[in-house]
């Protein structure tokens, strides 16, 4: 498969792309993320898969199918993995799988991130002067959780940022701020292998790693690769990061510092959520932060689609 139809593949199951999944990925996730805020809204409610499937405008059959198309879990199964309950038991049991990471000194068996990803920093000069003399490629894809502009440089990819309203001049806006010194080249088809890889990785054992250039202070460079050693399917909270930073005295700037991380999913600051269980902001949108890590915990534990859907 080629790294294009790869990308195209991936509203299936993203670690697993196949020749016979969807042409686009957008639907699937656009029935996920207006579920997901429906889902919010009634939680008290329970709502029922009518209830749900009524209100994204889509048959109870159909919503079932891109549920368990996309995450491999039905609809009802999906809302128990939304509940606070669930991400304070994920805290809880996240704590011995970072424990065991660290013990070895490797990341998650599904990611590899220590082996896969190399992080180079950019030098205090070109800190300064925003990347002039650079020249960033760019493209759009559509990925299991709706489009990213991701932006490569000759010495690694620097950003992958999911469109919002503002459509992809909002994104790409948002990147000439980051690297206001550099100048920018489109390119959707240099740009296509590098979505494949992120979002449908292959075995990292024989792929080369991926380089990533970061634009950062020291501090913020060392919380994301903190944030590499977050497993598939675990989750840590502020305090958790910040200790992991080795800087167990400033979780707030931790916060900050995941905030600004220029590189969404592939640096996973959507697996820190709150020592309460809450979710807690992202870049990208609540939704699509809840709908990553839904999906990661269905990949993690195996899960399947319940008979009961209702």
């Not at 292959?202 to 020291?218: C, D, I, Q, T, W």
């Not at 909270?237 to 905030?259: H, I, K, Q, T, W």
């Not at 991380?261 to 600051?269: E, K, R, T, V």
Request: proline share 6%.
């Amino acid at each position: 498969m080629s790294s294009a139809a790869a990308v195209a593949s991936l509203g299936s199951r993203p670690a697993q792309p196949s020749a016979n999944a969807p042409e686009s990925a957008a639907p699937d996730y656009v029935y996920v993320e207006q579920a997901i805020r429906y889902i919010e809204r009634h939680t008290r409610q329970q709502p029922s898969l009518a209830d749900i499937a009524g209100h994204v405008g889509t048959s109870e059959f159909h919503l079932q199918r891109v549920f368990t198309r996309w995450a491999g879990i039905s609809p009802k199964r999906f809302l128990q993995y939304l509940t606070h309950e669930h991400c304070r038991q994920l805290l809880r049991e996240s704590r011995s799988v970072l424990d065991a990471t660290y013990e070895a000194g490797l990341s998650s068996p599904g990611r590899l991130h220590d082996l896969f990803v190399t992080v180079e920093a950019v030098t205090p000069g070109e800190y300064k002067t925003a990347g002039s003399g650079l020249e960033i490629t760019h493209g759009v894809h559509q990925t299991p959780f709706g489009d990213a502009l991701i932006a490569t440089t000759p010495r690694g990819v620097c950003s992958v940022n999911f469109v919002s309203a503002d459509g992809e001049p909002g994104a790409l806006e948002q990147l000439r701020e980051q690297w206001s010194g550099a100048s920018f080249r489109k390119d959707t088809a240099g740009t296509a292998e590098i979505a494949a890889r992120i979002f449908a990785p292959v075995e990292h054992s024989s792929a080369p790693r991926m380089r990533l250039f970061l634009k950062g202070s020291n501090f913020q460079i060392n919380v994301w690769k903190a944030l590499l050693k977050i497993p598939l399917g675990a989750v840590t909270s502020y305090e958790g990061l910040a200790a992991m930073a080795n800087v167990p005295g400033a979780p707030r700037a931790v916060g900050n510092a995941v905030g600004a991380n220029p590189l969404a999913y592939l640096i996973p600051c959507h697996r820190v959520i709150r020592k309460t269980g809450e979710f807690g902001n992202y870049g990208g949108g609540p939704a699509r932060k809840k709908a990553m890590l839904v999906w990661e915990s269905a990949q993690a534990a195996g899960d399947g689609a319940d008979d009961d859907s209702r």
